[in-house]
């Protein structure tokens, strides 16, 4: 099937002239790229997270595929979806599913549903693909929605991802999509997301699972960050680094009630 684009016009401009400036106006062609194992990425409208996302991935070479891990915001579909055919349409490109390695993730691990349903509306992963269509629209993707999991979970997804991408011969990243902390002041926002923060950049996804948890940090996509963190780890990613840290408030003017975002790269 060819997944239609479920947000545009909505979180990004809808046509194919437009999005195209408006990607540009994040992107930084003077920044020396580099082989990273994993990344993790904002989702939210490009007018907030787009300045985070748009320093991500002009840092990176842009690999074959995208293993890309997104929280499941819709709560259609099993636990773990994976959808494992088709094509992903947005306005400036057509990306195919790596049908090869998704279907390694899910023969490896019996917790992964081959599943479309959970990702139709879903725009966690969708509002990445501007961002990786501007510099490839050759690239693949293996799209992955998280609705739950326990920590075990996480870790039996992470080795299923890291056996596949063994199982291969081409460049693979794995990109967890997240937001941080929801509409809190400015200054708690940014005192909360320090704090799982440092457990990436920690390299420590049980740490990260149990803070958000304990802490109570309104992290979206802390399930898809634990198990890219995991993953990139088993395949010898040794360090991580901040790329950018923003706030909604720093476009809106609302430091009352906001929205974080981080850029993070694991090499």
């Keep these: ?10 979180f990004y401009h809808g046509t ?26 904002p989702h939210a409208g490009l007018i907030y997270s787009g300045p985070v996302a748009g320093e991500v991935f002009s840092s990176i070479k ?12 819709t709560g259609l579909g ?6 494992d055919t088709g094509e992903w349409e947005i306005p400036t490109g057509l990306f195919g599913i790596d049908s090869k390695l998704a279907s390694k993730i899910a023969l490896n691990s019996d917790k992964v549903s081959r599943d479309a349903q959970a990702h139709l509306f879903e725009h966690s992963l969708e509002v990445q693909l ?4 501007y510099f490839s629209t050759e690239v693949k993707i ?12 996480c870790i039996d997804l992470a080795n299923a991802i890291a056996e596949a991408v063994r199982g291969v011969d081409y460049p693979v990243v794995i990109l967890a999509s997240s937001d ?22 920690a390299l420590d996804p049980s740490g990260l699972y149990e803070t958000v948890r304990k802490e109570r940090i309104s992290m979206c996509g ?11 780890k088993l395949l010898g990613a040794d360090s991580a680094r901040l790329i950018k840290y923003a706030t909604s408030g720093e476009v809106s003017g609302d430091f009352d009630s906001v929205v974080g975002y981080a850029g993070i790269v694991v090499k």
């Design 78 to 83: 099993p636990a773990i979806s994976l959808m």
């Design 222 to 232: 802390y399930l898809p960050a634990t198990v890219m963190i995991e993953a990139s």
């Design 130 to 133: 501007p961002f990786i269509a």
């Design 16 to 41: 194919s002239a437009r999005l195209n400036e408006q990607v540009a106006q994040y992107i930084h062609v003077d920044v020396q790229k580099e082989t990273v194992v994993g990344v993790m990425s």
């Design 62 to 73: 842009m690999p074959q595929t995208f293993i890309m891990l997104g929280p499941n915001h």
């Design 1 to 10: 099937m060819k997944r239609k684009p479920a947000v545009a016009g909505q």
């Design 180 to 201: 941080m902390s929801h509409y809190l002041p400015e200054k708690q926002a940014r005192r909360m997301d320090a704090m799982a923060i440092e457990k990436i950049l």
């Design 142 to 153: 293996v799209p992955i929605a998280l609705r739950s999991a326990t920590y075990e979970d």
